[in-house]
């Protein structure tokens, strides 16, 4: 299986000195089943609503196989490593409110709501949502969260 890079868009500067309050960054994925499967045996998370679907659909209710909330959430470390080379995941809060069902798309955003210097780094504070893509328009919001991120200020000119 090959691994994509994610395709980004959005205002964020690539430059942590440019940063500011406002910019955002968003990314579009797809989860199949591959890929879920992947992750189950990765992280060790063989609950039977991301490994079967009859047990999904018919036991718990769902519309099919559930991707893991974790899996999803992954998309804002990926999206950070793209656009801020060498930052570091310092926090992230996580709360989840619709599933994601293996073959749905999500959109991923990362929103700046605050950059601080301290010292030898740079504080950037992000809200994180995904939300589900329905006809290509943005749909159910499924995970909402704050993520922390710092970067050396060494690193405040390098461009990917």
Do not use: W
């Not at 899996?71 to 950070?80: G, K, T, Y």
């Not at 801020?84 to 798309?105: D, E, K």
Request: net charge neutral; charged share 20%.
């Amino acid at each position: 299986m090959a691994v994509k890079s994610l395709q980004l868009a959005g205002t964020m500067a690539s430059k942590v000195s440019l940063i500011q309050p406002g910019q955002y960054i968003i990314a579009r994925r797809q989860f199949t089943k591959d890929i879920v499967d992947l992750f189950s045996k990765v992280s060790l998370d063989l609950n039977p609503i991301h490994m079967n679907k009859e047990y999904a659909v018919d036991v718990q209710g769902f519309d099919d196989t559930v991707v893991h909330g974790m899996l999803c959430s992954s998309m804002f470390s990926a999206m950070f490593a793209s656009r801020l080379p060498g930052s570091i995941y310092r926090a992230q809060s996580l709360s989840f409110h619709s599933p994601v069902f293996v073959g749905n798309t999500v959109q991923a955003k990362v929103e700046v709501i605050q950059v601080r210097k301290l010292r030898h780094i740079f504080l950037i504070k992000c809200d994180t949502t995904i939300n589900l893509i329905n006809d290509e328009e943005i749909g159910d919001l499924a995970i909402k969260g704050r993520a922390e991120v710092v970067i050396n200020s060494r690193e405040r000119d390098y461009e990917p």
